[in-house]
């Protein structure tokens, strides 16, 4: 495997956090999905909610992708987490593993290696990540590495602000748009309770060609995420492709001050399939971005563990027939998202082979994922 372009500095007890910018756009021609923007700054004009929900309801339902502007966090901010995870993957691998992911479990908090192989292609996995869990009591006593230790205020304002700027008045659209209260997904999704939410810095390692090449050919398929929300942050890089509503596959254009948005599994359990968990995969970079590190910032929101995987209540989804008398009245027992999340997480990263799942699917108590998609 090529060598990562991530090079270890000396250590001092007060560990440099250098300033990392964004790196050059592509300049290939390539092609961008149409994605709508949803521009937060409106959220609390007279009608403005409305107009953001009306706005939002085509991504949530049929493409599943969507861009938040507007969002109130600065720049300045943004790049600062983004030097932070930096300055992480510096760190030595020592450091790195002294908090590692549990994924016997299922838990995902922690640093997780580029450990895995791809199949018998011969070439690893190249991405690297830190988990962040919500600065909230329960997880206190959890361990922390100590680049978040020295930035632990910092990244904890962070984290809580991007939830009540962004994830917060996402919900409320989404609610709007079920016709249930403001606060229905919310509650849902509590800050202050027990999830696995989580902040994440993240590093595609650089490849060559030829390795990207033998990956590929395994790991081509698109995959949806696990819990409710995915935020991604804009760092110029290409590599993130969707599959459009028309079965093409197109790529997510980075904007300016913006955070691609996009819906997930446990959002769609609770609304029987109307809104879509998002069809997305990870591609070779372009020719002009290949030996460049693709760093990551992301934040995953996950249901609360007292969140049980049945349908909402949502008028509109009975009119439109996604929620009977006998769902809405069923004593039946469901998983929580909570469960759902750790299942499938124990299923797809405790392994040390990636492997084709070419015509299988995920399921658990009733809830089910194709593992793959075309």
Not at 247 to 272: H, Q
Not at 316 to 339: C, D, I
Request: glycine share 6%; with cysteine; net charge negative.
């Amino acid at each position: 495997m090529a060598p990562s372009a991530i090079e270890p500095e000396v250590l001092t007890e007060n560990i440099p956090i250098k300033a990392w910018n964004r790196p050059a756009p592509t300049e290939e021609k390539l092609e961008w999905a149409p994605l709508v923007e949803i521009d937060l700054s409106r959220f609390d004009e007279p009608g403005g909610k409305q107009a953001l929900a009306e706005q939002l309801y085509d991504a949530v339902t049929r493409v599943g992708f969507w861009v938040v502007t507007g969002h109130g966090l600065s720049d300045e901010r943004v790049l600062r987490q983004f030097s932070i995870g930096n300055a992480f993957f510096k760190e030595p691998l020592e450091e790195k593993r002294s908090f590692a992911c549990n994924f016997a479990e299922g838990e995902y908090f922690g640093y997780r290696e580029n450990e895995r192989w791809i199949g018998d292609t011969g070439v690893k996995d190249n991405v690297e990540m830190l988990n962040i869990p919500k600065a909230i009591p329960v997880w206190g006593d959890l361990p922390r590495h100590r680049i978040v230790r020295q930035n632990y205020d910092e990244i904890a304002s962070f984290h809580r602000d991007l939830f009540d700027n962004v994830i917060r008045k996402l919900f409320v659209l989404m609610a709007i748009i079920l016709e249930l209260p403001e606060d229905y997904l919310v509650n849902a999704h509590a800050y202050d309770k027990r999830s696995d939410d989580h902040l994440r810095y993240m590093i595609y390692n650089t490849r060559t060609q030829e390795e990207w090449d033998k990956a590929q050919a395994v790991t081509t398929g698109g995959h949806t995420d696990f819990g409710s929300l995915t935020l991604l942050f804009s760092q110029h890089i290409a590599g993130l492709q969707i599959r459009t509503p028309e079965g093409d596959w197109k790529w997510v254009k980075p904007v300016d001050g913006g955070i691609t948005c996009n819906a997930a599994d446990t959002l769609s359990f609770l609304t029987n399939g109307f809104i879509k968990s998002t069809i997305h995969r990870v591609v070779t970079p372009p020719k002009d971005q290949i030996h460049t590190p693709r760093l990551g910032l992301l934040y995953f929101a996950r249901p609360g563990d007292d969140t049980i995987m049945r349908t909402v209540p949502s008028p509109l989804l009975g009119r439109l027939g996604l929620l009977t008398a006998e769902e809405q009245n069923s004593s039946e027992p469901a998983p929580t998202g909570t469960e759902y999340v750790r299942a499938r997480v124990r299923d797809v990263h405790h392994r040390t082979v990636i492997d084709r799942r070419e015509n299988t699917s995920f399921e658990f108590k009733g809830l089910k994922v194709p593992n793959y998609y075309k």
